[in-house]
């Protein structure tokens, strides 16, 4: 039996998500894991390094899986590729320690969200990116994503109220950037709850519009979700790094 680690890209636009679902097959980890059980002849399990959201995409999402074959790591990859749809690619194999675990080895994990401010609607990246016509105010926007730096109980920037997991995660950063009117916010942290990322820059994206206050602060003390702003929608949300 041997530990492989992968890296995925995928265009995330017509799946429910990476996850696998009972309802549906049509999944990011579902697509892998039929393929290599088909492969091996088995039933295989594929681990990512977080289970990104229905809509939202991956330049560079981690996975593992372990599997007993006479293939080798370049037959694996061709294999792969050749069954995956074209919105789906593995861009390398490598054999790893049978220890190796894509997410509960993650030490940090960067999302992107972009936002196209023109007023003109960028149809070649209408999938990637989200737009808007709003007048956006970058400073206050920064200003205010300086709060959400550390840890923090993010409760109110979780769309699960079920959750009984710790919703306690470290932001390390975050950076926004405009070029040619389109905004790019890049989140890194220790790891996200469910649509974390999407929540925080709806906030965000609502102080900038000068819809709400810096209150993020209150938001924390109160953990409601209700206080937070909007979830933004997925078109805009990329994976693009995770490191180890």
């Given at each position: ?30 697509k892998l894991e039929n393929i290599l059980s088909k492969m091996t002849g088995e039933k295989v399990e594929v ?23 006479d293939k080798n790591k370049k037959q694996i990859l061709e294999y792969l590729n050749e069954y995956l749809p ?51 105010d970058l400073e206050k926007m920064r200003q205010a994503s300086k709060e959400f730096i550390g840890e923090h ?92």
């Amino acid at each position: 039996m041997k530990n492989y680690k992968i890296i995925v890209s995928y265009d995330g636009t017509k799946y429910s998500g990476w996850q696998k679902q009972g309802n549906t097959d049509n999944t990011i980890q579902g697509k892998l894991e039929n393929i290599l059980s088909k492969m091996t002849g088995e039933k295989v399990e594929v681990f990512g390094s977080g289970r990104t959201d229905a809509g939202a995409h991956a330049k560079y999402q981690v996975a593992n899986f372990k599997i007993d074959t006479d293939k080798n790591k370049k037959q694996i990859l061709e294999y792969l590729n050749e069954y995956l749809p074209n919105d789906i690619a593995v861009n390398s194999i490598e054999q790893v320690d049978i220890r190796f675990h894509s997410r509960l080895n993650a030490k940090t994990k960067t999302y992107l969200y972009r936002i196209n401010t023109t007023g003109i609607p960028n149809v070649f990246e209408k999938n990637f990116v989200f737009n808007t016509k709003a007048n956006i105010d970058l400073e206050k926007m920064r200003q205010a994503s300086k709060e959400f730096i550390g840890e923090h109980d993010f409760l109110p920037f979780c769309s699960n109220k079920k959750t009984k997991k710790s919703t306690v995660r470290k932001i390390y950063s975050i950076s926004i950037i405009e070029e040619n009117g389109e905004i790019k916010i890049y989140v890194k942290g220790n790891g996200f709850l469910y649509n974390m990322v999407r929540i925080i820059v709806g906030t965000l994206f609502e102080i900038g519009q000068g819809k709400r206050e810096n209150n993020i602060q209150e938001i924390f003390e109160g953990k409601e979700r209700v206080n937070a702003g909007i979830t933004m929608p997925s078109c805009g949300l990329c994976l693009i790094d995770v490191e180890y």
